[in-house]
């Protein structure tokens, strides 16, 4: 079964930087796309970045030149760098894998800024 873990998260003022990181079990990890999403409170989950396992990613327009989706096979981690942190970046950020047709997620970790 696959388990995903997010760490990470936290308060930091506007223009500042946090990494995030999943760590993922339950699958070979290095065969499949990993995401980072983000649900703010009354809005729908969207998708922040996604990493392929040939390593191609996309990301959402409002993250573009901001942050960057990294993954490590190694360490069956994938990472989200987020700088210049804006207080609209404020949500929980989910880690997701699809496996199967399946989509799992991690339980999210709280990323809040402040102006």
């Known amino acids: 079964q696959v388990q995903l873990v997010e760490s990470g998260g936290g308060l930091v003022q506007a223009g500042g930087s946090l990494r995030l990181s999943c760590a993922a079990s339950g699958s070979i990890f290095s065969l499949y796309s990993m995401g980072w999403y983000r649900q703010a409170p009354g809005k729908q989950r969207e998708l922040v970045a996604r990493?392929?396992?040939?390593?191609?990613?996309i990301y959402a327009d409002s993250v573009k030149g901001r942050f960057t989706i990294s993954r490590d096979n190694a360490k069956n981690t994938v990472y989200l760098q987020m700088n210049s942190l804006k207080p609209e970046d404020t949500a929980v950020y989910y880690c997701n894998q699809v496996k199967g047709g399946e989509n799992y997620w991690g339980q999210g970790t709280q990323v809040t800024v402040s102006a």
């Open positions: 990493v392929s396992s040939g390593r191609g990613t």
